[in-house]
């Protein structure tokens, strides 16, 4: 027999017994090992599982992977398919959507799900979730009412606005004004102002999906009033004003002012709406923040309507805001997208709740977790950086090398992209031989955000920086940490892997 051929039947032979070494689904599924799993998770789960483990290992074995043969022929199997099959059930029940420790420095982090709310919101969730509520039912009438109802008062006191409505988001807020304002017809836009907001926001893009032309006036870098007071033609419905969010044009550049764009409107009867996104409520410098245009302010400027969102500045939960004239609003109220837009009853509550906090904006730092991020003093920042130094250094052992820097926020979200706030984080330096170092760094924040309760930094000049912001639960960290850095000092095994790190590079708005 030629040697080739040998060499095949003793394959197949291997493979026959590797084969038949594996247990059957039901020996599995009744070993006392297991009974415990089934018990948690059901009978179903657990067969489903054990079914595509069993596959996998098949497939494995047919392809002739050496390190699954050698484990069914270790003196461990199947006990290794019992770890196996648990770890694969677990994950399927594990929730995908998990909390997390916002350390980017990105204060109001759109992927980390922005705003944290504060306790009164939670409650209100809470009770607005178990129970049937007065959602659409007016209390008095027993007649039906109006779920705008319920935040409308609260937002015309705080803006100064006739008249209010809230959707899903600002995106939505935005498709929504102009739907209802200009659909079949112009609007105008300064080029300047053709924001894209985090990649499927893109004005252009939104004007289509409202059935309006886009059209735009002035320059990238310089609009004038009468660039839009000559385009203005038969159809024109509206002018609009994008607050420029995640950039600024500097240097030779000039915009139209939201008081200009409001006088222009008045005097050529259009209405005019101003998109501000952030929709601060409070003047932020009162609080010692960068300066931005407040809801009111825009209000005043003579915007009809102005939009917002409820995660951003506001502190709230996801939503978009509409204020401005009764009429306007009452139109939007009309058209059908607003049904499709409607929020549920779980946003108003915490809206609610949140709006309320603003009635007493003195103590909003002490009551708005925003705000107290936002406000944090450096000085605590780095007196909490001093505190963890030595606890996270000894958590992590010493593969990892960690000292306290200074750094920079962001606010984020598209909130005064440019302004940073003075903060502290902890600077984490894999010692790692030359060649290993990015992959060494790579795996330290996985690891990370492999945790229980993932740990998102960002990695800064070869290290993870971890901004101490918005650190709240720090026994938590901590206690984490230990299990972070017992993996990271482990065997080293996964140090060669290399991997496309893109997700980890979090959009920031
Ligand atoms: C953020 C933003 C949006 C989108 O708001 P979402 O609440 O994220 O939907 C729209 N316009 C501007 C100017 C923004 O800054």
Redesign the pocket.
């Known amino acids: 027999m030629p040697a080739s051929k040998d060499h095949d039947a003793r394959r197949a032979a291997q493979l026959g017994r590797q084969l038949r070494a594996l247990p059957s689904i039901d020996r599995l599924l009744n070993s006392p090992e297991l009974a415990g799993l089934v018990d948690e998770f059901g009978f179903e789960a657990c067969k489903r599982a054990a079914r595509d483990e069993l596959a996998g290992l098949r497939t494995a074995l047919r392809d002739g992977d050496p390190v699954v043969a050698a484990r069914v022929e270790s003196d461990d199997f199947p006990a290794s398919v019992f770890a196996a099959l648990q770890r694969r059930v677990r994950a399927r029940f594990s929730a995908s959507l998990r909390p997390a420790f916002n350390l980017s420095g990105v204060v109001v982090h ?1 992927n980390l799900g922005r705003s944290i709310l504060p306790p009164e919101a939670l409650q209100a969730i809470a009770a607005a979730a178990a129970n049937a509520c007065n959602l659409e039912y007016d209390l008095a009438t027993g007649q039906r009412g109006e779920r705008d109802e319920h935040v409308e008062a609260l937002l015309c006191e705080l803006t100064g606005a006739e008249a209010a409505t809230v959707v ?7 498709l929504l004004m102009l739907n209802t304002l200009a659909a079949g017809r112009e609007v105008l836009v300064s080029r300047g102002e053709l ?1 894209e ?2 990649g499927s ?1 893109r004005m252009p893009e939104v004007m289509q999906a409202a059935h309006c032309i886009l059209r735009e006036v002035g320059t990238t870098n310089r609009t004038h009033r009468h660039d839009y007071a000559s385009a203005i033609g038969e159809n024109t419905a509206l002018l609009l004003k ?5 950039y600024a044009v500097r240097g030779f550049s000039k915009s139209v002012s939201g008081l200009d764009l409001g006088e222009l409107a008045r005097e050529r009867g259009l209405p005019f709406c101003h ?4 929709g601060a409520l409070v003047e932020l410098e009162r609080f010692g923040l960068p300066q931005t245009l407040t809801v009111a302010e825009a209000l005043a400027e003579g915007a009809g309507l102005v ?1 917002f ?4 500045l506001l502190g709230g939960p ?3 805001i509409i204020a401005g004239s009764r009429e306007l609003v009452e139109r939007m109220r009309r058209n059908p997208l607003k049904r499709a837009l409607r929020v549920d009853k779980i946003t108003i509550a915490a809206l609610v709740e949140v709006l309320k906090l603003y009635r007493d904006p003195q103590r909003l730092p002490e009551r708005l977790p925003l705000l107290a991020d936002l406000t944090r003093p450096a000085a605590e920042i780095r007196a909490l950086g001093e505190a963890l130094l030595e606890d996270v250094g000894e958590a992590l052992g010493p593969g990892v090398e960690v000292s306290l820097v200074a750094c920079q926020s962001q606010i984020g ?3 005064l992209p440019l302004e940073q706030l003075a903060s502290s984080a902890l600077r984490l330096a894999p010692a790692a031989a030359k060649g290993a170092r990015d992959a060494a760094l790579r795996r330290l924040a996985r690891e990370l955000r492999g945790l229980p309760r993932p740990v998102i930094g960002r990695i800064h000049d070869g290290c993870v920086l971890l901004d101490l912001r918005c650190l709240r639960d720090t026994q938590r960290f901590l206690a984490q940490l230990r299990e972070a850095g017992r993996r990271c000092s482990g065997s080293g095994r996964e140090a060669g892997i290399v991997e496309a790190d893109s997700k980890a590079k979090a959009q920031q ?1």
């Open positions: 759109t899903n988001n600002n995106a939505a807020a935005v924001v907001i985090g926001f994008v607050h420029t969010s995640n998109d501000l996104g952030s939009s969102s409820g995660d951003k996801q939503a978009g979200s598209g909130a708005c």
